[in-house]
């Protein structure tokens, strides 16, 4: 058994690290190669408690994109309602529902950027009220459903963004869903982590 010691890179200008893989190759006395390779997810020291808390804001609407309005939602700003000019970072999510159905599909603004993605899972995978800074960031790296476009999305669901400011992230919890042709709300409830 061989042990080998890695220390995870950190400092300005080194990318903020999820997940690593690591792979071991072999060869045998008759030059037969194998390989074996392994994930280990890779979280920041959450040693101080108050390091990575989470703010809570229930009872939270936002509008279908196919009401007429061009919709989107700023998480740490609390700004609401129509906004069709809101600057980045602030425009953290939009409803991307096209042709006649409202599917409640949301997309991040601020992919392209800032390597916003998201994660769709559920109260079966996931506890939102008893969530962690580890069990988001868990969650978030395990996920097989990841990228720039949540699933259709119903009452109960529940999504992970991942935010700009790394590593930081808001969990989202839908509550209501209101409207399949021409108009449409959703209610929700939403938690982000900050330092």
Sequence with gaps: ?????????TGPGIQVYTTIQICA???????????????INVIPDVN???LYEFTSYPDNTIYSILTGHDYTFDLIGRTTGDNQ?????NMYLREASTG???????TSPIQAALDSTLVTTNDTRFNYEDLTYETTWQAYVTSNRIGRKTDPLSPGD??????????????FKVVTTEGVTGCGCMTFDYKYSHQ
């Design 158 to 171: 529940i999504f992970i963004l991942k935010l700009p400011t790394l590593p930081h992230f808001a969990v």
């Design 85 to 89: 000019t809101m600057p980045l970072p």
């Design 48 to 50: 101080d408690p108050t």
């Design 1 to 9: 058994i061989r042990t080998i010691n890695y220390t995870v890179p």
């Design 25 to 39: 190759y072999a060869t045998d006395n008759k030059g037969k190669v194998a390989k074996a390779c392994f994930k």
């Design 100 to 106: 006649v159905n409202i599917t409640w599909q949301f």
